[in-house]
T-cell receptor
Framework: SAVISQKPSRDICQRGTSLTIQCQVDSQVTMMFWYRQQPGQSLTLIATANQGSEATYESGFVIDKFPISRPNLTFSTLTVSNMSPEDSSIYLC??????????FGPGTRLTVL | AQKVTQAQTEISVVEKEDVTLDCVYE???????LFWYKQPPSGELVFLIRRNSFDEQNEISGRYSWNFQKSTSSFNFTITASQVVDSAVYFC??????????????FGQGTRLTINP
């Protein structure tokens, strides 16, 4: 399985600010995914990030709020912009490393005050 | 549209008991994948198993077993002789198949399993 790291592991932020979350993989992957898990809830896909193309966003998520970069095949960032308390969640990146199976990073726990 | 239902929100059993986690799914795709993931208290999501829609064979891995039945659109997960370390939230998930890599995962609401000593 892939070795996936995320930074920061957790953060507490003030409303109105932005936070950029990094996802690093130990080998090249074509597809990376960003999910959100609100407190006590399931996971919901925010967007799919392929290297060299614009991210594809799911319904309910927009680029202005969650801009994503994918500069190479081992790295991606997700920014949570103009944060409000409703953005408090765990944000997870995942990659397709083997047989159409997604492996997940450890997640970033975000609290917005 | 794809949908996954895990009707059991929470389950609590005593150690060494067997426990089954239910998963029912909906999809119009003829080819699809089903998954189970484990989320321990630390928060990371751990992959347990993947099943494709053409493979209805049951699978056993140690104390874990999975029963896939297309006729009832179910993919249930059984833990035999449960242990305290099995305590976690378990998610069932569904994805389509495109032949071009992993697709969006649609998750169930999760079942919080507590194993008491």
């Amino acid at each position: 399985s892939a070795v996936i790291s995320q930074k920061p592991s957790r953060d507490i932020c003030q409303r109105g600010t932005s936070l950029t979350i990094q996802c690093q993989v130990d080998s090249q992957v074509t597809m990376m995914f960003w999910y959100r898990q609100q407190p006590g809830q399931s996971l919901t896909l925010i967007a799919t990030a392929n290297q060299g193309s614009e991210a594809t966003y799911e319904s309910g998520f927009v680029i202005d709020k969650f801009p994503i970069s994918r500069p190479n095949l081992t790295f991606s960032t997700l920014t949570v912009s103009n944060m409000s308390p409703e953005d408090s969640s765990i944000y997870l990146c995942s990659v397709d490393r083997s047989r159409d199976t997604q492996y997940f990073g450890p997640g970033t726990r975000l609290t917005v005050l | 549209a794809q949908k996954v239902t895990q009707a059991q929100t929470e389950i609590s059993v005593v150690e060494k008991e067997d426990v089954t986690l239910d998963c029912v799914y909906e999809t119009r795709d003829t080819t699809y994948y089903l998954f189970w993931y484990k989320q321990p208290p630390s928060g990371e999501l751990v992959f347990l198993i993947r099943r494709n829609s053409f493979d209805e064979q049951n699978e056993i891995s140690g104390r874990y077993s999975w029963n896939f039945q297309k006729s009832t659109s179910s993919f249930n997960f059984t833990i035999t002789a449960s242990q305290v370390v099995d305590s976690a939230v378990y998610f069932c998930a569904l994805s389509g198949y495109s032949g071009q890599g992993a697709q969006k995962l649609v998750f169930g609401q999760g079942t919080r399993l507590t194993i008491n000593p």
